[in-house]
């Protein structure tokens, strides 16, 4: 096995969601380690190119989420350093990390998602053209850091967010919280999760016991099949590659569904959607690590 790649499990950061990366780069670093590969685990900061060169990686595996190693940033680096690396590239992660114009992109597709608009920054933000419930939430993040459900019509003070924080207002989406995860533009299985909060936030998603998944979801099959088309066709208008997550809710009275955001770095903890969808379809995560690596490439 010592002709395998040397990897740099790159992990942390800076931003929001370090801690949710860290767990996924352990993980993932311990089933790469187990499938052969000499792994070395990498703190992302900005001498990352000195600490690439002085280790003489090979391959990068992105296991960052959120601002810098999500959004293109890191992608952009890894290219100019001519290091390949797993998952998207900079188009793909740059676009899905947009939340605003991804969905404007896959609207423009037939794939429903709801109605939204930008927010001007002021000492309130509120989206005053929606009579019903709504969302506000970051334009660039992930891990559900910074939503907020407003259901009352309350103002929110624009100081529950940092001032150099885009934002978006859309409709609350009544309903069930499905999500698909797609390999190689694959769709695997639909997952409904019931999370033991309002919605699937940040606790929900990563804490033991936070939520419960259903796989396969209990929805009906034509719910299903257009859930795994609509993941299928996002990841690929979008340009992913590797391994991406698409979440959806079902508003189960009006039978419609809406896609809410693809997730090009999904979490890929113990307790992540991805390895559970994997392990459902009788995979396993040494062969989806193998993968993922196996096609790591620069754009």
């Not at 005053?128 to 907020?148: M, Q, R, T």
């Amino acid at each position: 096995m010592s002709g395998l790649p040397k990897i740099g499990m790159l992990y942390g950061g800076w931003n929001s969601e370090a801690e949710v990366s860290r767990a996924s780069a352990h993980f993932c670093a311990t089933i790469a380690r187990e499938c052969g590969y000499h792994v070395i685990e990498i703190e992302f900061d900005r001498n990352l190119p000195i600490y690439l060169n002085e280790n003489k990686i090979d391959i990068v595996f992105n296991a960052l989420h959120g601002r810098v190693g999500e959004d293109g940033s890191v992608q952009g680096l890894l290219n100019i350093l001519n290091i390949p690396f797993t998952h998207s590239g900079v188009t793909a992660s740059a676009l899905a990390m947009d939340k605003y114009l991804s969905c404007k992109l896959f609207e423009s597709a037939n794939i429903h998602t709801p109605p939204k608009i930008l927010l001007n920054e002021g000492e309130y933000v509120t989206p005053s053209d929606y009579s019903g419930p709504y969302v506000i939430k970051p334009k660039n993040e992930g891990s559900s850091v910074g939503v907020e459900i407003i259901l009352d019509g309350r103002l929110c003070s624009r100081k529950m967010w940092s001032l150099d924080t885009e934002l978006i207002g859309e409709h609350y989406i009544s309903g069930r919280e499905l999500t698909v995860s797609v390999l190689n533009g694959k769709a695997l299985c639909v997952t409904e999760i019931i999370a033991n909060a309002d919605f699937y936030n940040y606790k929900a998603k990563y804490e033991i016991g936070g939520s419960k998944h259903i796989l396969p979801a209990n929805v009906p099959e034509k719910c299903a099949l257009k859930a795994k088309l609509w993941a299928e066709k996002a990841f690929n208008l979008i340009g992913c590659r590797g391994v991406a997550r698409a979440d959806f809710r079902w508003d189960e009275a009006e039978d419609k569904l809406y896609l809410l955001e693809l997730n090009t770095q999904p979490g890929m903890t113990q307790t992540s959607l991805v390895p559970e969808q994997v392990s459902f379809c009788n995979l396993s995560m040494h062969h989806l690590i193998t993968l993922l690596i196996e096609a790591a490439q620069c754009d």
